[in-house]
């Protein structure tokens, strides 16, 4: 009997262990479920609540379009109207969505952009800054509410589309709105003549590279293999992966050509989701695709050339019947009637250039304006009427209303004070917003072969009694002198104006680079290069806090560009851009895979550079680290692949390199947007007569 009691207590007691083991396994896969539950609640209302914000940011755009006057816009400043108008977009944007709380607001975010004195910006500036904040609750039966809160900065800014992104090529001819044919790219390359792009896309990526920010273009071709050039002779690489866009492409199609077949496990093309450490996050690199839209606005260079060399208050550029613009500004538009040393020069038809000194040394020219007094036939003194004159050896004049400074280089001062530059380009100007007008000014006419009137010419005759053949004034800076072209006070700027080509140096030592402020305009092309062209061993340092606007082509070759005091370098070039790096084979960084690490590493080119023609990068042999965007208004091509070079091999090691060769590295060839140089540079940029919604720093909470 106790034994058959003792079996039955057995039997129930293990009964009682497997009930228990049996609820709790289905109490965890209970919780496990409802976990789940949860977990995909979080998901979909963190999503539906991005989805939200893209709608009021959308809803933003689209009020600003419809309630703003372009008329406001083409104003000096802003006016009461304007205020009202903009309060009235974004009022109406916030009661428009229901069921949800939206704010906006721009209280305290002006200062996270570097304004501390908001109520003076916006009365002088149009741009308006805002926080966006939204609150959204996930509605599930059974489960707890979930509740994510996003907030997003967005700047409203009267500036080109262009502005608003890291790479992208607009694929409309030079001077229309028409779009490029393949008969408009066939021709010649810029480190090739022969060859032929062959391709109307707009942008054209061969190979891998990567995009931190979001592409513009209505056109996209995509390619396996990059170029690089040797000899001038174009060479294909092999098989990398495709681009890593960390961001939106923005296209209406996409042409995929010498696909490689994607590896088994892995996203390889036509988009690269990378070997970031932040893929566990969910960041990689297949970009989210939305088509162009219709809300892409165009820059006007012609137009934005002759506004800013208006507002510089340099001689003016006259606008042809046609259209256009003259080839030089009007010597009646200079005003040095002041200036008693320009008025004798003037005068007896001898400027500078007919005093030109073979030292350099600016005090042996003392001697040419200096007064003999005599009594009785013998010399008692000397006087110099324009005592310190060579301190500041600059004309005095004004712009035409004699409202501003404007301080005049003549073309030939560059040999009289060829070792005395500081003179030019400190005294008078340095610290301020004053204007730096550089040109020559000569009777001569080459075409005529006679004298004429005094012209203010963008070129000179190196010898009019031999080659009579026009050359290109040349101003040379940078290099051992800075041009400080900014009150550091109110943070304007000033203006360099060249009536010819600019050319700026660097140095090989951080230490010693110079430093570059203020707005410029280049009536001919532009070169920043090195101090010996020549020497291609080192990269020279220049610092940049400027916008440069180019009437011709512009060159960047094998320089690093770094910011002043933060900011950057805006290049906006009529002609074509092209950007050189020598075949360096620096591998710095490039298998580092913490995408936060490489955001925060300095960049060797830190600036935004356009183009309203076209340009060709190449980021094969070279490294290319760029802080701020590229984009070509025809037709952008990028060659990039993801190579470490050991030192021994020569580029043409690429031609059998490909995707296996070294994987998990980042891309020689690397773009990240910097929406900064709005705010940076605004005063400087092209303004236009519409409100652009530029998105930043979204925040899930």
Avoid at 57 to 65: D, H, P, R, T
Avoid at 373 to 384: A, D, H, L
Avoid at 676 to 692: A, E, K
Wanted: proline fraction near 4%; aromatic fraction near 8%.
């Amino acid at each position: 009997m106790n034994e058959k009691g003792s079996s039955l207590l057995v039997v129930l007691l293990i009964t009682l262990i497997f009930s228990v083991l049996g609820l709790a396994v289905l109490g965890a896969s209970v919780n496990n479920v409802k976990r789940t539950e949860i977990r995909e609640a979080e998901i979909e209302t963190t999503a539906n609540t991005k989805v939200l914000m893209s709608e009021v940011v959308a809803k933003l755009q689209e009020n600003l379009n419809n309630t703003i006057d372009e008329k406001e816009l083409q104003k000096e400043t802003p006016s009461t109207d304007y205020k009202s108008q903009v309060e009235t977009a974004v009022r109406n944007t916030a009661s428009a969505f229901t069921g949800v709380t939206i704010e906006i607001n721009n209280e305290e975010i002006y200062k996270q952009y570097g304004i501390s004195d908001v109520i003076n910006f916006k009365k002088n500036n149009f741009l308006r800054i805002y926080e966006i904040k939204i609150d959204n609750t996930g509605a599930d039966s059974g489960n707890p509410a979930i509740k994510r809160t996003i907030t997003e900065n967005v700047i409203l800014s009267p500036t080109p589309s262009f502005l608003n992104y890291a790479v992208g090529a607009y694929g409309k001819r030079f001077g229309t709105d028409k779009p490029i044919n393949i008969n408009d790219v066939i021709g010649k390359d810029e480190e090739n003549k022969d060859i032929k792009r062959g391709s109307d896309s707009a942008l054209i990526i061969n190979g891998s590279p990567d995009i931190i920010g979001n592409v513009f273009a209505p056109t996209l071709e995509l390619n396996s293999r990059a170029n690089y050039i040797k000899n001038n002779t174009r060479n294909p690489t092999g098989d990398f992966q495709g681009p890593s866009i960390f961001g939106t492409l923005y296209t209406k199609k996409i042409n995929k050509d010498n696909q490689p077949s994607n590896p088994e496990g892995k996203v390889f093309y036509p988009f690269f989701d990378g070997e970031f450490d932040e893929k566990i996050d969910g960041i990689n690199g297949i970009p989210a695709i939305k088509s162009t839209g219709s809300n892409f606005v165009d820059m006007d260079f012609d137009e934005t050339f002759y506004l800013k060399w208006i507002e510089s208050g340099a001689p003016k550029l006259p606008i042809l019947s046609d259209g256009s613009l003259a080839n030089n500004p009007l010597y009646g538009e200079l005003n040095c009637s002041d200036d008693n040393l320009f008025k004798a020069l003037e005068n007896l038809d001898a400027m500078v250039e007919n005093n030109h000194i073979v030292t350099g040394d600016p005090d042996e020219l003392m001697n040419d304006f200096t007064t003999v007094e005599k009594e009785n036939g013998k010399i008692t003194s000397t006087v110099t009427p324009h005592d310190g004159r060579y301190n500041n050896p600059k004309f005095t004049c004004k712009n035409k209303d004699g409202t501003k400074p404007v301080y005049l280089i003549e073309e030939s001062m560059l040999e009289t004070y060829n070792v005395y530059k500081a003179k030019l380009f400190d005294t008078d100007v340095k610290d301020t917003t004053n204007t730096i007008f550089f040109t020559n000014i000569d009777r001569f006419d080459p075409e005529n072969e006679i004298s004429t009137e005094r012209r203010l010419l963008n070129t000179y005759i190196k010898n009019k009694d031999e080659d009579k053949t026009p050359m290109p004034n040349i101003l040379k800076i940078g290099g051992d002198n800075n041009l400080l072209l900014k009150n550091p006070d109110n943070r304007e700027k000033g203006w360099l104006v060249v009536n010819g080509s600019l050319e700026i140096n660097g140095s090989e030592e951080l230490s010693t680079a110079p430093v570059i402020k203020g707005n410029i305009l280049v009536n001919g092309d532009l070169y920043i290069r090195s101090t010996d062209a020549e020497n291609d061993d080192k990269s020279e340092i220049l610092k940049f806090d400027a916008t440069i606007y180019v009437r011709g082509n512009t060159t960047i070759d094998n320089v690093n560009i770094y910011g002043a005091d933060g900011k950057q370098l805006v290049v906006i070039s009529n002609g074509d851009l092209k950007i050189v790096r020598v075949n360096e084979y620096d591998n710095a960084a490039l298998d580092d895979k913490s995408l936060v690490n490489i955001i925060n590493t300095p960049p060797n080119l830190k600036g935004v550079f356009y183009t309203n023609k076209t340009a060709t990068l190449y980021g094969v042999g070279s490294l290319f680290q760029i802080e701020g965007g590229i984009f070509a208004r025809e037709q952008l091509i990028i060659n990039a692949i993801r190579y470490k070079f050991p030192s021994t091999e020569s580029i043409d090691v690429v031609k059998f390199a490909n995707y296996n060769s070294y994987e998990g590295l980042r891309s020689r060839f690397y773009v990240e947007y910097d929406n900064r140089v709005i705010t940076d540079q605004l005063s400087s940029l092209p303004r236009v007569n519409r409100l652009q919604v530029i998105v930043d720093n979204q925040v899930i909470h």
